[in-house]
């Protein structure tokens, strides 16, 4: 141990002799390397082209170069040199040319380099705008620092356009606490919890206000919209697990597909994201819901639904306002490549006897009153290109569900208290969409250059059928699996499709082998007796041993058309109206059997996208062929006996 001790003393000596005045003063910061501390970016700058960037820190340099990388687009880079030093911070110029974004900081110093965290930046405009009499609402919208000319401005009453330098002028009487932009093709917003902030809220009164936009360039001609209707988060039935564990993972992986190809997506909640009956019982209300439409990977225009008003408030304008605090306008406009979109409020929410502690009647009339049709009139005269695809969303629907006449020709009515002024509304564009939900089912209906698409609903029936103890899948009164629409658009060319929560995109349809199919209580709800059960199980209550098989297709337009042969031999295939087997056995059986009343807003009903065939055996395979209006092909051999159960596909 001595030598061993004695060795190390000499080591030691030896190379600090040999250091020894090799650094007598501080290297010069180039050769030293870096050494900045107590760094501090924060989140988002607002700053004018030529303006000023200070950022905290010791250690900076004069000269020292700082990077901005684009973390959207790495490959754009931008720099600019620190000009001024404290003891507590640098200060450079805004980069030359730099777009609003989010950027990634780097300090160079010689061959050094650190990275400094990130920075959102907002590249505003020259706001300086006068006052004009009358005028009590004016601002800016601009994009990089430049005016956007041709924007669209409202107060939700008066609608103007900005002017070469993108200002805005607009004599506001600020009835409805907004003013808001339709978001110009080929731009975005910046969105706070997935919402974007085309809005501003009012103060109020008569003193001028002025409120400005900062847009953000985008390519967005080709780009998807998911209309989700009808969540009807209550905290019930385990309805946040179902959500959490299905929709959340099966529509991010749907946004997921599209994002990787560089394709802009956004959603659309269609109403009844919340229910009103449970706001106070249950705890759970639109902040809450708020929290759940946060995960979902896109931004989001909500639409307001009967079910997403105040239960304890007894007007329409009064029962509203949660939602327009946490949510926004109840209805504006929006453009997103060569598609103009309009978000309508059709419910006019009554809600007799509801005050302060006590729940209302919760009634509402189906209309778009006569302030929102005016201001829609407004907002199409500003759409030049009437030839450009016109989408309509709002929550209650249009037309009634289609039954079909005596010669098998689909048939519906107005269910819009004003569904003919509505129309009217839009006679002047070649192609509109009405897109809606509120019914929890699927259907279509084509009239004129008018269409509806009512989209089935996220929450299936209400959560019942994928509640733990029943029966395991997730599906609405029609039959359709609990889901939400997809619409594709590049240019003014229009796609669509129903995501079916669960299952893959091909999934259009299911199939019944009506021989196997007989609704009893020993097989489907034991606790309770085929008396009760009959009164649910329409035409399945008895066998059906004439070989018939039904399919229920449930995005059918009559641009669709269903095929089956049986073997090389073609069978006619008849469109009929009729119901559900599986939902029957999934909703109304499963109730019964829980000793309880299935609830008559929940239980299966008639729907007009059936179709029967009728095959010469019992045991042949069938090949059924369904196509789409676009040419997509779906298609199942059947393999019969086909089983029912409550697991079938």
Known sequence: ?????????????????????????????????????????????????????T???????????IEFVLTSDPGKVYSSTVTAVTATGATLALPAGISSGSYSLTVIRGDESMLL???????????????????????????????????????????????????????????????????????????????????????????????????????NSKHVVIP??????????????QFAAGFIPDVNSTIGTYTAEGIKVYGVPLGDMTWDLYWYDN????????????????QMFNVMGNHDNDPYVASDRGAEEPFRDILGPTYYSFNLGDVHYVVLDNVQYINAGGTQGVVGDRDYNDVVISAQTGWLAKDLAAVTDKNRPLVIFMHT?????????????????????????????????SEVHVVTGHTHINYNVESGNVTEHNTAAVCATWWWTGKTGYAGNHICKDGSPGGYGVWEAD?????????????????????????????????????????????????????????????????????????????????????????????IISYEALRLNAGAVPTSSF??????????????????TLDITVTDRFGNVYSETMTRPKEFTWSMQ
């Not at 705890?283 to 896109?298: A, G, I, Q, S, W």
């Not at 098998?408 to 009217?424: M, R, W």
């Open 1 to 53: 141990m001595p030598e061993i001790r004695k060795i190390l003393i000499i080591l030691f000596v030896a190379v600090m002799t040999a250091c020894a005045g090799c650094r007598e003063e501080p290297l010069p910061p180039e050769e030293e390397g870096l050494n900045i501390t107590g760094i501090s970016i924060p989140s988002s700058i607002n700053v004018a082209p030529g303006g000023e960037i």
């Open 55 to 65: 950022i905290t820190g010791k250690g900076f340099a004069a000269g020292d170069r």
């Open 117 to 219: 965290g990130t920075l959102t930046i907002n590249v505003i405009a020259d706001s300086t705008i006068p006052d004009k009499p009358g005028m009590t609402l004016k601002g800016v919208v601009y994009c990089d620092g430049e005016g956007v000319a041709g924007v669209v401005v409202s107060d939700g009453v008066e609608v103007t356009v900005t002017d070469s330098q993108g200002i805005y002028y607009l004599p506001s009487a600020k009835a409805n606490g907004f003013v808001f932009i339709s978001l110009p093709a080929n731009y975005e917003i910046a969105a706070s919890d997935n919402i974007p902030q085309f809005f501003a809220r009012l103060s109020g009164g008569t003193a001028v206000e002025q409120h400005d936009f900062s847009l953000l360039h985008t390519d």
């Open 228 to 241: 989700m209707a009808d969540w009807h988060l209550a905290n019930r039935n385990n309805d946040l697990t």
């Open 283 to 298: 705890n759970f209300r639109l902040p809450d819901y708020l929290t759940e439409m946060k995960k979902v990977n896109c």
């Open 397 to 429: 629907q249009l037309y009634t569900n289609p039954t079909l006449n005596a010669s098998g020709e689909q048939v519906s009515s107005f269910a819009l208290d004003n569904g003919s002024t509505l129309y009217s509304l839009l006679s002047a564009f």
């Open 491 to 583: 240019g003014t060319g229009l796609k669509w499709y129903y995501k079916s929560i669960g299952y893959p995109k091909d999934y259009q349809f299911r199939s019944y082998d009506l021989n196997t199919v007989q609704i009893t209580a020993a097989a489907f709800a034991p606790n309770s007796t085929d008396e009760a059960l009959a009164d649910y199980a329409d035409v399945y209550a008895s066998s059906n041993q004439v070989n018939d098989v039904l399919l229920n297709v449930w995005g059918y337009d009559p641009g669709w058309t269903v095929e089956v042969k049986e073997g090389e031999t073609p069978l006619t295939v008849e469109r009929v109206t009729a119901k559900d087997p599986l939902h």
């Open 603 to 620: 239980v299966t009903g008639n729907t007009a996208h059936m179709f029967r065939v009728r095959a010469s055996s019992a045991t042949s």
